[in-house]
């Protein structure tokens, strides 16, 4: 059985998500009667769009990590737990046994919910990050020594992914323009609670009439506005304040000239690239409709894709690229913090998906929620940084000799939610985990009940206000 989820855990390392969701987009399409040549052009739209998310985010990475990485060390501020980066974590989830017996259980599990209509998001077509869930199940494996009680979290996380992301999915779908898609990782989706929360407050306080979007700020400024100059202006000041200390330089100033020009490129590219992905869904959505119409059925559902898609839109990079200084300013302040945000601070594009889509593309919203909800998230990343290093040394991870840090990945650890579920079950208290359990269903059945309500209150909430016939100011 070991050596059965190890095939199957080098099968998605091996593949990767560029290969694998057309491969399911392309089986989908088949079952809903798209023809083999339409389904195989989709399947290759969504391969090219994906490997193109790909190509254009890790050139960015490359250019602009180093800056983010010299803005952190130029603070000269001594913060004991470093931010490895997602790309670690999933490489320990992955190691683990407890990992890989829960790969398995998530593709039967997130199947079967979809087919017998429990949820209308299929998961199965992002499996590669269930490694979000594998590690809290490793870390309290590793406590408990309860292989059992690690694969109830797991499970348990997962169906608190799946209900969040449906009731998030049409307003992902819409934001995005990724027709019948939704975003499903588990380290982004559990926010949605208080992305909701946050978005009804900062509303009632007036900041529905604050439309500080990409869109509004073109209109307003032109080619001031445009995203892409937007891109070089915050390229360069990221840029400015990491070399700060030595703009007499000129080797200075190539860099920070590298770093405006690749972030307009990233906002001017990025839109480009989404339009060949979202056009590999066409035929799908097409299909099921007219399937939908012979069967008298109208079964709404969505199809998870990887969170890379919603990467590049304007409001969401602006609001992730404008959170890269402002969470390392607040990581240097905040008491009780102990992690050095790193890696995963040019990750916050993707971390601030869900704030983004709530609200509107409101980038005023969207700062304020991230900035809160991401402190938070320090920490209790603080507090879990020694039990997430032991897992990644049993898992292989090497630290330097001697040496007195801790590691923990900001992106994937530092969300309150999952942490919450992963302290229920490691109290091992039947009447806390019973409680969990029972606010699920709760949670589940009022969904259910008053779904159209919920989402349509969603898709509508803070654009009304916008539009009422009060000018709305731009800040």
């Not at 560029?18 to 079952?31: D, R």
């Not at 979000?132 to 109830?152: C, D, N, R």
């Not at 900041?207 to 869109?215: G, H, Q, R, T, V």
Request: aromatic share 12%; with cysteine; glycine share 8%.
């Amino acid at each position: 059985m070991g050596s059965f989820f190890q095939s199957l855990s080098n099968v998605f390392s091996t593949l990767g998500a560029p290969v694998f969701v057309p491969l399911i987009l392309f089986i989908i399409a088949l079952f809903l009667g798209v023809k083999p040549k339409s389904a195989f052009n989709s399947a290759l739209l969504c391969a090219v769009g994906l490997t193109g998310f790909n190509l254009v985010i890790n050139s960015y990475g490359g250019i602009i990590a180093p800056v983010v990485t010299r803005m952190v060390e130029s603070s000269g501020v001594n913060l004991p737990v470093l931010d490895t980066g997602w790309q670690s974590t999933s490489v320990i989830a992955y190691s683990t046994t407890v990992g890989l017996v829960f790969i398995g259980i998530a593709i039967v599990l997130q199947i079967v919910l979809f087919l017998v209509k429990w949820t209308n998001v299929f998961m199965a077509s992002d499996l590669w990050n269930n490694y979000s869930f594998m590690v809290w199940g490793s870390m309290l494996y590793l406590l408990t020594k309860s292989m059992w009680l690690a694969l109830a979290v797991m499970v348990m996380q997962l169906l608190y992914i799946l209900l969040f992301s449906e009731v998030a999915a049409k307003r992902w779908s819409t934001h995005y323009q990724y027709p019948s898609c939704c975003m499903t990782a588990p380290h982004h989706l559990e926010g949605v609670p208080f992305a909701i929360l946050m978005n009804w407050l900062l509303g009632k306080i007036g900041f529905n009439k604050i439309k500080l979007d990409a869109e509004t700020i073109q209109k307003r400024f032109g080619l001031l506005g445009e995203p892409m100059f937007i891109g070089l202006v915050i390229g360069a000041l990221i840029g400015i304040i990491a070399y700060f200390n030595a703009l007499g330089a000129l080797e200075s100033w190539g860099k920070i000239t590298a770093s405006a020009v690749s972030t307009a490129a990233v906002m001017a590219v990025f839109p480009k690239v989404g339009g060949i992905f979202a056009s590999a869904f066409s035929s799908l959505t097409d299909a099921y409709k007219a399937k939908a119409i012979e069967s008298g059925k109208n079964r709404e559902w969505y199809l998870s894709v990887n969170d890379a898609a919603g990467y590049g839109e304007p409001n969401t990079l602006v609001t992730g690229i404008l959170l890269i200084p402002i969470m390392l300013l607040l990581a240097f302040i905040l008491p009780g913090n102990k992690v050095l945000p790193m890696l995963d601070l040019v990750a916050l594009p993707y971390m601030v998906e869900i704030f983004v889509c709530i609200s509107h593309g409101n980038i005023a919203k969207s700062l304020i929620t991230g900035a809160i909800w991401f402190s938070l998230g320090l920490i209790i990343a603080s507090q879990l940084a020694p039990t997430f290093t032991d897992v990644a040394v049993q898992a292989g991870f090497v630290l330097p000799e001697n040496a007195t840090m801790y590691v923990i990945s900001f992106g994937i650890m530092c969300h309150p939610l999952m942490a919450g579920l992963f302290y229920a079950f490691y109290s091992q208290n039947p009447i806390i985990i019973g409680a969990v359990v029972i606010l699920y269903f709760v949670l589940y059945f009022l969904f259910k009940k008053h779904k159209e309500a919920i989402v349509n209150w969603l898709e509508t909430y803070g654009v009304e206000d916008a539009g009422n016939g009060s000018e709305p100011q731009v800040v």
